[in-house]
């Protein structure tokens, strides 16, 4: 089965195409995916424009579609069943590709399926050369969501914990910020991060002893802030770095320890790492450094399926169809759900 899979719930159109056996749960297959990301174009803004990201997303989406198949030596007739990102995301971005996705699908009288962005992202690593085994415990965090969720199975999770306030990314990109460092903030605190020293700016950890698996960012944002007020107009380079270094060291720290929690609560072995902050290097080297003294594995997406991308929705689809729980819009008939939990997937894509 050929499943073309399409993501534009922000500031990224990806397409992919999956193959899979259909009689079998056999990990699919990646045959292309295309990638463009529209982070130059925001970069003046500081942030995400919706209304040109959606603008944006219907340049990309068919060219790209175009170019997967011609890598991949394939046609449109070929593709049996088409996946997209349904939601969360931002509304106008999400009907851009719901629109393309379910067009395309009736023109070629085939399913099309509505994905959860998050399923894509905590399903993304059976794509790399180490897949994880179910059930398996998933950190997922990006720039809009933390979450720690038990996977039992495709179609089968449940929250351990999540934000109370901002996400881990939002906190990343939000402390950027205040550093005057670019867009997206992530990567270049994460950058700037690698000359400081973590140990020169004490910050707080929220939530840490709290005794539950929730997240809190939004008071270290005002700690940082704080920080960077006294730091004045014109910080030394190596004190911007050391609080870079301190910032993302405690955010770090809070994201394994709850994670160890999690682990030590369900008894999971394998646990998965999913979303855009799942590339830091930093976390990356604590959690493994930490779950490698308990027997645990730890697993990641490739780094190029880290953040949003194509494949990952067009997989959860392969992975869901294997499994007979892709449910098929009925008439091609579209919506998008901008804020959707995923633990009402199944009830809300039926
Ligand atoms: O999953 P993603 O691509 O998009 C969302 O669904 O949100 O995640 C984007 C987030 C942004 O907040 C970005 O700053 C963060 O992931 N990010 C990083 C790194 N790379 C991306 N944060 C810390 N370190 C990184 N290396
Ligand atoms: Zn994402």
Not at 128 to 145: I, Q, R, T, W, Y
Not at 223 to 230: C, G, I, P, S, Y
Not at 265 to 290: P, Q
Request: aromatic share 4%.
């Amino acid at each position: 089965m050929l499943i073309l899979g399409i993501e534009s719930s922000c500031d990224e159109t990806g397409v992919a195409l999956v193959r899979c056996d259909i009689a079998s749960t056999a990990t699919p297959m990646l045959l292309a995916h295309a990638l463009h990301s529209q982070v130059a174009m925001h970069e003046a803004y500081g942030g995400v424009v919706p209304e040109l990201a959606s603008r944006d997303h219907i340049r990309r989406v068919l060219p790209l579609t175009t170019q997967v198949l011609r890598e991949a030596q394939l046609a449109l007739a070929d593709i049996d069943m088409v996946a997209f990102t349904q939601g969360p995301g931002l509304a106008g971005a999400l009907l851009v590709g719901a629109g393309v996705a379910c067009s395309l699908a009736a023109a070629l009288n085939k399913p099309v399926v509505g994905i959860h962005h998050l399923e894509g992202h905590l399903l993304s690593p059976f794509l790399s050369a180490d897949p994880p085994e179910f059930p398996f415990l998933a950190l997922l965090v990006s720039g809009g969501h933390t979450q720690l969720m038990q996977v039992n199975e495709v179609a089968s999770y449940e929250l351990l914990g999540e934000t109370i306030d901002d996400a881990a990314g939002e906190a990343f990109d939000k402390s950027a910020k205040m550093l005057g460092l670019g867009y997206p903030g992530g990567p270049a605190l994460a950058n700037l991060a690698e000359q400081g020293d973590a140990s020169a700016f004490r910050l707080p950890r929220p939530l840490l002893h709290s005794g539950t698996l929730d997240f809190s960012f939004a008071g270290l944002k005002t700690a940082v802030r704080t920080q960077v007020l006294k730091l004045g107009d014109d910080p030394s380079p190596q004190s911007k770095a050391d609080l870079a270094a301190a910032t993302q060291q405690a955010i770090v720290d809070v994201l394994v320890r709850k994670t160890l929690a999690a682990l030590r609560s369900t008894r999971l072995k394998h646990v998965v790492v999913a979303g855009g902050v799942g590339a830091n290097r930093e976390l990356r080297r604590l959690l493994n450094m930490e779950c490698g003294q308990r027997q645990i594995k730890v697993h990641y997406p490739e780094l190029a399926l880290c953040t949003d991308n194509g494949a990952m929705i067009a997989l959860a689809g392969a992975m869901r169809a294997q499994r007979g729980v892709a449910t098929p819009l009925a008439h091609h008939a579209f919506s998008v759900l901008p804020r959707w939990p995923l633990a009402d997937f199944d009830s809300a894509a039926a």
